[in-house]
């Protein structure tokens, strides 16, 4: 079955940081495409990072010099480093795979709240 599924979010005050991380089922090599997205309440769901290639990345300007997006192929995982967190930053955070010629895969989302 294939399946996303995030974990590390969590409650942080402002300037820290987090880890999320999106574990791949059965394999991330089935995918040749990772975004992060982030949904705030009331609010549209905004692409926040994508990774399509080894060096390959786009972040949204809300973010740059704030977050990276990686991948671990040993660990079947996409993550996403938040430093500086802003409480603007607060949302939930949604892994989206792509697969060629097929639907892309969501994950079930993380809440992500920063205090201020």
């Known amino acids: 079955q294939v399946q996303l599924v995030e974990s590390g979010g969590g409650l942080v005050q402002a300037g820290g940081s987090l880890r999320l991380s999106c574990a791949a089922s059965p394999s991330l090599s089935i995918f040749n495409a990772f975004a992060w997205y982030r949904q705030a309440p009331g609010k549209q769901r905004d692409m926040v990072a994508r990774l399509t290639g080894p060096r390959a990345t786009h972040y949204a300007d809300s973010v740059k010099g704030r977050f990276t997006i990686s991948r671990d192929n040993a660990e079947n995982a996409v993550y996403l480093q938040m430093n500086s967190l802003k409480p603007e930053d607060t949302a939930v955070y949604y892994c989206?795979?792509?697969?060629?010629?097929?639907?892309?895969?969501w994950g079930q989302g993380t809440q992500v709240t920063v205090s201020s």
């Open positions: 989206k795979a792509s697969r060629p010629f097929d639907l892309d895969v």
